[in-house]
């Protein structure tokens, strides 16, 4: 059994990413993300949408993050997406997570899910990031249906 390949696209925008989270520099991010772009939180239960929102998220956990470290990935059947399992320290705690990547037939980023364990740790990272964010971020929650 074969593993799945990333689409073109899809994997030239990954490379791209990891090539970000190694130089701490999220400076291009905003050229791989969809204008409609979905950030699914470990501490929200409804998503900010906007590659707007998920550029200031993500920029801003890379700096909340110490010693991030990706472990493994896993490639969808269709090529178009991919998990990535992590670790990272946030005040003192470790924790380990996985970020869910989905992409478009473009290659950019439509949907960014994380989750995180052990608990003591994503409360460390919610305080963290709430502390960071928290003026910001309402204004990029999904709307009611």
């Given at each position: 059994?074969?593993?799945?390949?990333?689409?073109?696209?899809?994997?030239?925008?990954?490379?791209?990413?990891?090539?970000?989270?190694?130089?701490?520099d999220?400076?291009?991010?905003?050229?791989?993300?969809?204008?409609?772009?979905?950030?699914?939180?470990?501490?929200?239960?409804?998503?900010?949408?906007?590659?707007?929102?998920?550029?200031l998220?993500?920029?801003?956990?890379?700096?909340?993050?110490?010693?991030?470290?990706?472990?493994?990935?896993?490639?969808?059947?269709?090529?178009?997406?991919?998990?990535?399992?992590?670790?990272?320290?946030?005040?003192?705690?470790?924790?380990?997570?996985?970020?869910?990547?989905?992409?478009?037939?473009?290659?950019?980023?439509?949907?960014?899910?994380?989750?995180?364990?052990?608990?003591n740790?994503?409360?460390?990272?919610?305080?963290?990031?709430?502390?960071?964010?928290?003026?910001?971020?309402?204004?990029?929650?999904?709307?009611?249906?």
């Amino acid at each position: 059994m074969t593993s799945p390949q990333m689409k073109p696209a899809a994997a030239a925008s990954l490379a791209l990413w990891h090539e970000m989270v190694s130089l701490q520099d999220m400076g291009r991010l905003p050229t791989i993300l969809n204008d409609a772009a979905v950030f699914r939180s470990p501490m929200a239960f409804k998503p900010y949408v906007s590659a707007t929102a998920v550029n200031l998220i993500l920029n801003t956990v890379m700096k909340v993050f110490t010693q991030f470290e990706y472990h493994r990935q896993l490639v969808s059947e269709d090529g178009l997406s991919v998990v990535l399992e992590f670790s990272a320290v946030v005040d003192g705690k470790s924790l380990k997570g996985i970020d869910l990547i989905q992409f478009d037939e473009a290659g950019l980023i439509v949907d960014f899910e994380v989750m995180v364990r052990p608990f003591n740790a994503l409360q460390a990272l919610g305080a963290e990031m709430g502390a960071r964010l928290a003026a910001y971020l309402p204004a990029y929650k999904e709307a009611k249906a």
